[in-house]
C-alpha cells in the first residue's frame, strides 16, 4: 500500500513545494541577526566597557536596539538578497522565498537576542570577574562574530551577483561614486540636522548619513532612471558622445553655465567674506546632487510616466516635465529663499524666477537636448560663477 509520503513524492507538485529559501532568502535572515546584534550587543557593549554610556537599564536599552537593528537589517537584507538573487532565480520564487525568510528570521532572531544579551552583559562580566560570565561572554561575541561574517559573505556574493546583473553598470557607477563625493562635501562643509529632534551630526555621522543615502535611495534610484531614459523617445543618452559631437555639448553645456550665471549675478546677495576653493568646491557637489535628483531622476521620470500615461509628442514631453521639474524645485527652494530676509515680497519673487526657475528650466531643457553631462557642467559652472563674482 503507498504511503501518503510516497504518494507526495510521486506528485509532479511536490517539487513546486518551498524546501529552502537559497542563497537570497538566507541573506534576509544573517542580516536580520546581524543587525540586531551589531546594534544591541555590540554597541551597546563598547559603549558601556568605553564609558560613554551608562549601565543603568542595560537589558531594556539592549532589546530595544536589537528590534531596531533586526528591522533595519532585514530590510537590507531583503533587498539587497533580492536583487542579487541570481539570473537562474525567477522573481515570483524568489518573492516567496522571501516570504519565508521572513518566517525563518522569528526563530533566528530569537537566537540572535540570546547571543546580543550575553554581548550586552559583557560590562556586568567584567566588573563581577568571576569566571562562569566572562566565558558566557566570549561564546557570546564568537557567536555574534560568526554571523557577522556569515552575513558579510551573503552579501557580498549577492553584491556581485546584484552588480554584475546591472545593464547600465558602467554609467551608473560612476554617477552614484561621484554623489556619494558630492554628498560627503556637502555634509561635510554644513553638517545636516535630524529633522524634528535639532541634533546635527558630526563629521563621522555626515558621512555614514552620505553612505546610507547614496546604497539605498540615489543607487536604486538611478538605476531606475537610467532603465526608464531607454524607453523616452528623444533623450539624449547620458554618456558624452564620441568625437566632436560629445566636445560639442560639453562646450554647449559650459557656454550656458557662464551666461545664466551672468544673468543671475545682480540678483544674487552679495557674499560676506570673498569666496575661497572650499566654498566653490561644496557649491559644484550641490549642484551635482541637484542635476542627479531633478535632471537624471526626476524630468526622467516625469517623462516616462507621461509616455506611459498619454501619447504625447516630443515637444510636448519636453516642456510638461521641464515645466513640472522646475516648479518642484522652486518649492524645494523657498524655504532658503524665505530666509534670505528679501525687504519686499517682489524682490523675492525676482530673485526666485531668476535664480531659480530660469536656470531650472534652462538647464532642465540642456538635460534633453544635450545630455546629462553637459546639464551637470551647466549648473556646476553656473554656481562657480556666481559664488565667485557675487562678493
Keep these: 500500500m503507498t504511503s501518503a509520503i510516497d504518494r507526495q513524492a510521486d506528485d509532479p507538485r511536490a517539487a513546486l513545494l518551498p524546501r529552502n529559501v537559497g542563497r537570497h532568502g538566507w541573506t534576509l535572515v544573517t542580516w536580520a541577526m546581524a543587525g540586531g546584534i551589531a546594534l544591541g550587543g555590540l554597541l551597546v557593549s563598547l559603549m558601556t566597557l568605553s564609558g560613554n554610556l551608562s549601565a543603568y537599564g542595560l537589558f531594556p536599552m539592549s532589546t530595544g536596539l536589537?528590534?531596531?537593528?533586526?528591522?533595519?537589517?532585514?530590510?537590507?537584507?531583503?533587498?539587497?538578497?533580492?536583487?542579487?538573487?541570481?539570473?537562474?532565480?525567477?522573481?515570483?520564487?524568489?518573492r516567496r522565498d522571501m516570504f519565508l525568510a521572513v518566517l525563518y528570521s522569528v526563530p533566528a532572531l530569537a537566537v540572535g537576542w540570546l547571543v546580543t544579551i550575553w554581548v550586552a552583559m559583557t560590562v556586568v562580566a567584567v566588573f563581577m570577574g568571576r569566571t562562569a560570565p566572562l566565558v558566557g561572554s566570549a561564546i557570546g561575541w564568537a557567536l555574534a562574530a560568526a554571523v557577522l561574517v556569515s552575513?558579510?559573505?551573503?552579501?557580498?556574493?549577492?553584491?556581485?551577483?546584484?552588480?554584475?546583473?546591472?545593464?547600465?553598470?558602467?554609467?551608473?557607477?560612476?554617477?552614484?561614486?561621484?554623489?556619494?563625493?558630492?554628498?560627503?562635501?556637502?555634509?561635510?562643509?554644513?553638517?545636516?540636522?535630524?529633522?524634528?529632534?535639532?541634533?546635527?551630526?558630526?563629521?563621522?555621522?555626515?558621512?555614514?548619513?552620505?553612505?546610507?543615502?547614496?546604497?539605498?535611495?540615489?543607487?536604486?534610484?538611478?538605476?531606475?532612471?537610467?532603465r526608464a531614459l531607454k524607453r523616452v523617445p528623444g533623450l539624449h543618452p547620458v554618456g558624452v558622445a564620441p568625437g566632436w559631437r560629445g566636445a560639442g555639448d560639453l562646450l554647449v553645456g559650459l557656454t550656458t553655465g557662464v551666461v545664466v550665471g551672468l544673468l543671475v549675478v545682480p540678483f544674487a546677495a552679495p557674499a560676506s567674506v570673498p569666496a575661497?576653493?572650499?566654498?566653490?568646491?561644496?557649491?559644484?557637489?550641490?549642484?551635482?546632487?541637484?542635476?542627479?535628483?531633478?535632471?537624471?531622476?526626476?524630468?526622467?521620470?516625469?517623462?516616462?510616466?507621461?509616455?506611459?500615461?498619454?501619447?504625447?509628442?516630443?515637444?510636448?514631453?519636453?516642456?510638461?516635465?521641464?515645466?513640472?521639474?522646475?516648479?518642484?524645485?522652486?518649492?524645494?527652494?523657498?524655504?532658503?529663499?524665505?530666509?534670505?530676509?528679501?525687504?519686499?515680497?517682489l524682490a523675492a519673487l525676482a530673485f526666485t524666477a531668476t535664480a531659480v526657475l530660469l536656470p531650472a528650466a534652462v538647464f532642465g531643457l540642456l538635460y534633453w537636448k544635450k545630455g546629462f553631462s553637459a546639464a551637470v557642467l551647466a549648473d556646476a559652472v553656473y554656481v562657480a560663477v556666481v559664488l565667485i563674482l557675487a562678493t
Aim: hydrophobic fraction near 60%; aromatic fraction near 8%; charge should be neutral.
Design 66 to 94: 536589537f528590534v531596531v537593528g533586526a528591522l533595519i537589517g532585514m530590510a537590507h537584507g531583503g533587498a539587497l538578497g533580492y536583487l542579487g538573487r541570481g539570473q537562474e532565480v525567477l522573481p515570483r520564487p524568489a
Design 151 to 226: 552575513a558579510a559573505v551573503l552579501g557580498a556574493r549577492a553584491f556581485r551577483s546584484a552588480y554584475a546583473g546591472w545593464p547600465e553598470r558602467r554609467a551608473g557607477t560612476l554617477i552614484v561614486a561621484a554623489t556619494f563625493a558630492a554628498l560627503c562635501v556637502t555634509f561635510l562643509a554644513d553638517r545636516p540636522e535630524i529633522w524634528g529632534l535639532r541634533l546635527r551630526l558630526t563629521e563621522v555621522g555626515g558621512l555614514l548619513l552620505a553612505a546610507e543615502i547614496t546604497i539605498w535611495v540615489v543607487g536604486p534610484a538611478v538605476t531606475m532612471a537610467l
Design 276 to 345: 575661497t576653493l572650499g566654498t566653490v568646491v561644496a557649491g559644484v557637489s550641490a549642484a551635482l546632487v541637484d542635476e542627479v535628483l531633478l535632471r537624471l531622476i526626476l524630468v526622467t521620470g516625469v517623462a516616462w510616466l507621461l509616455v506611459r500615461w498619454h501619447d504625447l509628442h516630443r515637444e510636448e514631453l519636453v516642456l510638461l516635465s521641464v515645466a513640472a521639474v522646475a516648479l518642484l524645485q522652486v518649492i524645494l527652494y523657498a524655504p532658503g529663499v524665505i530666509a534670505t530676509g528679501f525687504p519686499t515680497a
